[in-house]
């Protein structure tokens, strides 16, 4: 039986974790390990690694999309900007139009659409239903082991089809 293991550079630091402080004690003789598992420190791990993930999607479609029109400088290019003060949360410029991202606590990262006059303001949640709410919540969802799974009005998100369906809306909103 073939098991399909997800491992990647994040995935392994409660392990280093656990290797550091162990070393540390030997040297010390002090006694202070963490609890890798905890749910608050698993949480935050978890909610920087979405948000880093979403960025990088961004980046790499924006790129793209500004390639595809032609001079990344012009008016008509989607820009990117860090906000200061925060961990990872950023947003989305163009044609007086924001779409921020935000983590708002360890179990919640926040998306809206935001105009020059500093108002939120409704989106759809898929092509088919009418705007409802002014700030989406992406929400972590605790399950059995402490798995983390991220998920949108009770769904698990897939952080590709987030971060298309997100452009695609703010592209043809900041198209005006």
């Not at 999309?65 to 200061?84: D, E, P, T, V, W």
Request: charged letters at 20%; glycine letters at 4%.
């Amino acid at each position: 039986m073939e098991m399909n293991h997800e491992l990647n550079a994040h995935s392994t630091k409660w392990i280093e974790n656990l290797a550091i402080e162990e070393i540390n004690m030997e040297e010390t003789g002090m006694v202070e390990f963490s609890n890798p598992g905890s749910i608050e420190i698993n949480l935050d791990e978890s909610s920087i690694e979405v948000m880093e993930e979403i960025r990088e999607l961004f980046e790499i479609f924006v790129t793209k999309f500004n390639q595809l029109r032609g001079n990344s400088a012009n008016s008509k290019a989607i820009k990117i900007f860090k906000i200061s003060n925060t961990v990872n949360d950023f947003m989305l410029f163009r044609n007086s139009l924001k779409l921020i991202v935000s983590r708002k606590s360890p179990d919640l990262i926040t998306v809206g659409f935001m105009t020059n006059s500093g108002g939120f303001f409704p989106t759809k949640t898929n092509s088919f239903s009418e705007p409802t709410q002014s700030i989406h919540e992406i929400r972590a969802h605790v399950g059995a082991f402490n798995e983390i799974q991220w998920t949108f009005q009770g769904e698990k998100i897939n952080v590709i089809s987030l971060v298309k369906y997100y452009l695609t809306e703010f592209i043809r909103l900041s198209s005006q």
